[in-house]
């Protein structure tokens, strides 16, 4: 015997890792025999659909299912666990347990936490192995798979495939006469099964194909009998009696086909049994790739409660390649559509398919693919008829779902007497109430008693121990009522919020609908709180009300975010208990909404766990509805980087569709998120690791791909805390690197790929060796400034820009950033030798290392030009510098516009200075030609100085390095002209000149 067991779904698992989800898998065990699902990453309630079939030896078995937490690096954790004796199912009517949720169980009755969740499963026992029969009847419309093959299926949209990792295709269909017996839905049913047959006349002429319209074949008249349900009224019937039997069961989930060009179509009838089914065979028309093919329909409808139905359609053509191995499964579910202001009614048609395979083949690729094709080509035909047949609607009259959802929510406004009745209506106040008119009746009904001790009028104390006990707790009570009645005032007061606030601007508008809350803390006296919420997103914060006295919050607010020009990465979710409006508020928990790791269709209507210790003790939820929209369009990815481009001060290229896609799909993000720029570096750890760094307006992520074992991580520019550039050195080829700290605890996603966790808890990346360093670090610093600068800071530093002016190569762009500082001329000379010779000096050569040498830079190293760029590194002997030290210089050479001469860009670093590690020198070379002298060349040498880091003694080490520099080039270019002639061999004298 063969005991079929399908793994559906699971739902409430308890949160095992640190981000408040699991990573759950269903482990399987029947004897011997195990096997498990495949892991559903992040998620408290998994959908597997995988089904399993074990061999039966003992009826006295037991399956046992666990359901674990998958850990990348420890053992995995145990979430629950069920076991079902095989004997329930041989006793169960059939051999069948339909689908049912069973609650986990914890691995031993003294565990604390008791739940863990259910599971929702269906097991059948039989004698048949294959997998196709083993669930004949589904009530919730759960379709087959074969064993350890998970849901398979594509998307269908406007009649053509799109994807083959989804599965549906919404279309909204209006009526334009209203129906008197039969519901648009009921007539689209209609449509749809008899897509094959010809249309009724008073659609017919309103076919706009005319090809197709011939190609339909006419049905032929059936013959009746008892058993058959061939004629319309018998039909009919049947449906009611179905709908009859309709039990409220949920519509399937999504799977679909559509045949047009066939022949020899014989329709078979309709049978009632324990649902409706019909069967059709045909033929399909021979295309360019393939013959004719035969295929058989089995039609078979799974819901019809008159409103919605559902009808599942399995086809196999056995004539193909490989026809035996699967079949193709379609569902058509139609459900009443959006409610519309002209009041006409309107369906709703979701058509899925997907693939089930019968038997496992390699060829499974290439079967998907050629199915996929002819899907699309048949949609392609289906999707015009359809439309011609019935108006589609044109979703603007029925308003978006975000607008339909939100407009559903009702604020339920709480009356003070509610309000009086939540803080005044317990014991402590009744007490209070009851000894303090008992208090007052003593005094009315006693009498004043003779003065004793220190008493005198005015003044009577307790004459015994009980009389003070008696008033110190009279003081407690007092005392407690009045703390009651003072937070009664002040909730009266704090009922407001900011629901309600209407967004302004365009941009990024995020809309947040907070639903209701539970388990929240109790952390007050009278075990209840009084929770509020804060949306913190962009640096702007939105405030729910409270609701006092509760557990289970209520809310049904709205809140909008004013339009945001910079695409939100994360939006902080923080729920209080309110304890007054001078004492600070109490932490019931919080979460972090990340949109770019996050799916915006899941964050429509989602159950968030908080985190937190009082959170995650009591298992706190938010449920909340968050829209993210752009109002901008298509133009908010030109206009962000033309905005970076004022900032950076270079030309970016906006990427393309294809490239968007690639940098979406490399990391993980969603469609909105667009490339800005990439550099190439390395990624220092322990070795270097060659790669790409990607830059866009909410992440930076680094990928290599280093013979096949590949490395990619990113962050949020919200998570950097500090960049710092480290000066060039040999280990880095004599290129400044950068140094990007992260704030404590964040980014530990990417700590894979940091090169170390400092003392402070926060992670420190360095990445060296850019081909472009100071194209890469200004991109860089203005994107990190776009995003965690205020607006004020911002203007701050435009201000500064517009007065900064620099003097810039206009034909060759600097890589070398001398744009970015202020040049000021601190050499100039005319020299008498030809301009090649005097370029001898920037050539590597015996020349410019004796010059070198001769004005106090030892060991004078200098690389080979490549691409115009060159490495020096060399250093101070102590006429120059008493505290000697280091200097590693890179230059570039490129020509002065009209090729009048050469320019040589040149940027200094200095060790072993003192405050070296403050500054970097830039120097600009112009060698120019003389026009009026052939043998001279004229000289012009320009000094920036680049600040790292602030310090109080710019001006005075400014004064000195130009200074020093001025006269260590006046000596550098009198030696060289010096040494050019005396190498310069002498010329002859001519008759009649003199020495």
């Known amino acids: 015997m063969k005991l079929a067991v399908r793994v559906i779904e699971a739902r409430d698992l308890p949160a095992k890792d640190f981000n408040g989800f699991s990573d759950p898998y269903a482990k399987l065990q029947l004897g011997r025999h195990r096997c498990r699902t495949k892991v559903v990453k992040r998620n408290l309630n998994p959908s597997w659909k995988e089904e399993f079939s074990f061999k ?66 269906a097991l059948s026992l039989s004698q048949n192995d294959s997998p196709h029969d083993q ?92 058993n058959d349900l061939s004629s319309v009224g018998t039909f009919e019937e049947a449906l009611k009696s179905l709908q009859s039997r309709d039990q409220g069961q949920d519509m399937p989930p999504n799977l679909t086909s559509e045949m047009q060009g066939t022949t020899d179509l014989v329709e078979g009838p309709w049978k009632l049994e324990e649902t409706l089914k019909r069967v059709v065979t045909y033929t399909k028309a021979p295309t360019r790739l393939i013959k004719a093919v035969k295929a058989t329909e089995e039609q078979t409808y799974l819901k019809a409660d008159g409103k919605s139905f559902a009808i599942l359609e399995s086809v196999s053509t056995p004539d193909v390649p490989y026809g035996s191995c699967f079949r193709v499964e379609l569902l058509f579910c139609v459900n009443p559509g959006p409610e519309i202001p002209s009041g006409e009614q309107t369906a709703h048609l979701v058509i899925s398919w997907r693939m089930n395979f019968l038997q496992s083949t390699m060829m499974k690729g290439m079967i998907e693919n050629g199915a996929k094709q002819g899907l699309k080509d048949n949609f392609d035909q289906f999707s015009h008829l359809l439309a011609d047949t019935v108006k589609p609607l044109d979703l603007t009259e029925a308003g978006s ?4 959802v939100l407009s559903s929510l009702q604020t339920e406004q709480e009356s003070d007497w509610k309000l009086a009745w939540r803080f005044l209506g317990n014991c402590t106040m009744l007490s209070g109430l009851v000894i303090g008119f008992l208090f007052f009746l003593h005094i009315m009904l006693s009498k004043p008693n003779s003065k004793q001790g220190l008493e005198f009028d005015g003044l009577d104390m307790p004459d015994s121990i009980g009389e003070v006990l008696v008033a110190g707790i009279l003081v407690l009570q007092g005392q407690r009522v009045l703390e009651m009645i003072s937070r009664y005032m002040q909730a009266r007061r704090q009922k407001s919020s900011d629901h309600g606030v209407k967004a302004q601007g365009d941009g990024w508008l995020l809309t947040v609908a907070l639903i209701e809350g539970t388990k929240l803390a109790p952390v007050d006296a009278t075990g209840f709180s009084d929770p509020y919420v804060v949306f913190t997103c962009s640096g702007k914060s939105k405030t729910s009300s409270i609701k006092f006295q509760t557990l289970n919050p209520r809310w049904n607010e709205v809140f909008e975010f004013d339009a945001m020009d910079d695409p939100p990465s994360v939006m902080d979710v923080e729920v209080y208990d309110f304890d007054g409006p001078f004492d600070e508020a109490t932490s019931l928990g919080h979460v972090e909404i990340n949109f770019l790791k996050s799916n915006l269709d899941d964050l429509a209507d989602i159950w968030i766990p908080l985190k937190g210790k009082l959170a995650q003790t009591y298992q706190s939820k938010l449920h909340l509805r968050v829209f993210l929209s752009n109002t901008k369009g298509t133009e908010v990815a030109r206009e962000y980087i033309s905005k970076m481009e004022k900032e950076v001060g270079k030309k970016i290229n906006v990427r393309s569709l294809q490239t968007n896609t690639a940098f979406q799909k490399l990391f993980g993000l969603p469609p909105e998120e667009f490339l800005i720029n990439d550099f190439t570096c390395h990624l220092k750890r322990k ?37 710092q550039v480290i000066p060039p050195s040999l280990a880095s080829v004599g ?36 081909v472009s360093f100071q194209a890469a670090n200004k991109t860089i610093m203005a994107l990190c400034r776009a995003r965690s600068l205020t607006l004020e800071q911002k203007m701050q530093i435009v201000e500064e820009d517009s007065d900064t002016k620099s003097i810039q190569n206009e034909e060759n762009e600097s890589l ?54 060159r490495q020096l590194s060399y250093k101070f002997d102590k006429r120059i510098s008493r505290f000697g030290g280091e200097v590693n210089s890179t ?21 072993g200075v003192p405050l070296g590690d403050n500054f970097n020198l830039h120097l600009r070379y112009q060698v120019e030609n003389v026009p009026s002298r052939s043998k001279a060349c004229n000289v012009q040498v320009y000094l920036g100085i680049q600040w790292l880091k ?37 010329e002859p004298l001519h008759k009649g000149q003199s020495i």
């Open 56 to 121: 039966v030896d003992d009826l006295n078995e037991e399956l046992c299912i666990s359901v674990l937490d998958e850990d990348k690096y420890f053992n995995d954790d145990f979430v629950g666990q069920l076991k079902i004796p095989v004997a329930k199912v041989f006793d169960a009517e059939g051999h069948v347990l339909a689908p049912e949720w069973y609650p986990l169980q914890p691995r031993n009755k003294k565990s604390k936490n008791t739940d863990c969740g259910e599971i929702f499963l």
């Open 135 to 226: 669930f004949p009847n589904v009530p919730n419309g759960e379709g087959t798979a074969h064993s350890e093959k998970s849901f398979d299926s594509s998307l269908v949209s406007d009649g053509s495939v799109t994807s083959a990792a989804s599965c549906k295709e919404e279309v909204s269909f209006s009526e334009e006469e209203k129906p008197s017996t039969q519901s648009l839905a009921g007539r689209l049913v209609h449509i749809l099964l008899n897509r094959n047959s010809e249309p009724p006349a008073t659609n017919i002429e309103k076919l706009a194909v005319p090809e197709l319209r011939e190609s339909l074949p006419v049905q032929d008249t059936m013959s009746e009998s008892s």
């Open 950 to 986: 602030s310090t109080k003694q710019q001006k005075r080490i400014s004064k000195n390095i130009e200074a020093k520099l001025t006269e260590h080039l006046k000596e550098i270019f009198v030696i060289a002209q010096k040494e050019f002639l005396l190498a310069k061999p002498l």
């Open 401 to 404: 779902e975000k607008e339909r």
């Open 891 to 911: 230059q570039q050479k490129s020509f002065l516009p009209g090729q009048k001469g050469w320019s040589i860009e040149e940027v200094m670093t200095l060790q």
């Open 816 to 869: 070398l950033g001398n744009e970015d500082v202020i040049m000021k001329e601190v050499y100039s000379s005319l020299q008498s030798i030809h301009i090649d010779a005097l370029m001898e000096l920037f050539d590597g050569g015996d020349l410019e290392r004796k010059v070198m040498e001769k004005v106090g830079c030892i060991n004078y190293v200098c690389t080979a030009w490549e691409l115009k760029q």
């Open 735 to 770: 290129s400044p690197s950068l140094l990007i700290i992260l704030r404590k605890g964040r980014g530990m996603d990417a700590r894979h790929g940091a090169k170390a966790l400092d003392e402070e808890g926060r992670l420190r990346f360095h990445f060296q060796s850019f």
């Open 687 to 723: 070795m270097p690791l060659q790669g790409r760094l990607f830059l866009s307006a909410r992440i930076i992520g680094f990928h290599a791909n280093l013979f096949g074992h590949k490395t990619k991580f990113f962050f949020l520019w919200e998570d950097i805390e500090d960049i």
